[in-house]
């Protein structure tokens, strides 16, 4: 009798739990320890739960990997609204070693979070669009979206803006404003804002003297 009611106890208390409060187990005392809980709020449709239950399967915590759990745990949070899981689903479809390999998929899945403000896929389309994969290059779109990135301090857009002002590409040739924007990354070793800097040797341009067009002329800090 002791038992049932012991075990009742702990179930009435998991069903009882936040996600913060789960998440604070987690880091606490591993990810085995907070896994019935995190499924439970799954069961709620807890878009925070089930975007941890996916990170938890894709990387294998504390138990074995398993892509397509992630996957559907993934799906699940970002068709209730979580970016974070819409943005690893489309890593995922850009990855050619899994069966949902999808690059034109995976294209509309950053576009459609990057549409509601996600900075990590903001990122994402800027770098399609001046490179010109999955889609024809476009140099005035991609500055459009690195600079959206920027604004939310998702700072390896910075890097790709210097090298747009750097290289040309779109804009006319500012190296003082590429120096600006490579600056602080070129100073913490962001590896691209680093070969940016030595490839333009930035550090000696430091005056910016091009026009000052619209609104954005220094990364947000």
Wanted: hydrophobic letters at 35%; charged letters at 25%.
């Amino acid at each position: 009798m002791k038992i049932i009611l012991s075990l009742f106890f702990f179930i009435s208390i998991i069903n009882a739990m936040t996600f913060e409060e789960v998440y604070t187990i987690k880091q606490v005392q591993g990810t085995m320890k907070a896994l019935s809980a995190y499924k439970e709020l799954a069961k709620k449709n807890d878009p925070k739960a089930l975007h941890e239950l996916g990170l938890i399967y894709l990387k294998g915590d504390g138990i074995a990997e398993n892509l397509n759990q992630a996957f559907e745990y993934f799906q699940k949070a970002s068709d209730l609204g979580n970016l974070e899981s819409t943005y690893v689903l489309g890593k995922i479809y850009l990855s050619q070693k899994t069966k949902y390999y999808n690059p034109k998929k995976a294209y509309n899945t950053f576009l459609d979070a990057s549409d509601k403000n996600h900075a990590k896929s903001q990122l994402m389309i800027g770098r399609f669009l001046l490179l010109g994969e999955i889609v024809e290059k476009d140099y005035e779109k991609a500055l459009y979206y690195f600079k959206l990135s920027s604004k939310q301090k998702e700072y390896d857009a910075n890097c790709y803006i210097a090298y747009m002002y750097a290289s040309g590409s779109g804009v006319f040739p500012n190296f003082g404003r590429a120096h600006v924007f490579a600056k602080d990354q070129y100073k913490k070793g962001n590896k691209l804002c680093v070969k940016v800097w030595k490839d333009y040797n930035l550090g000696k341009y430091t005056k910016d003297d091009g026009w000052k067009i619209g609104d954005y002329n220094e990364p947000a800090r």
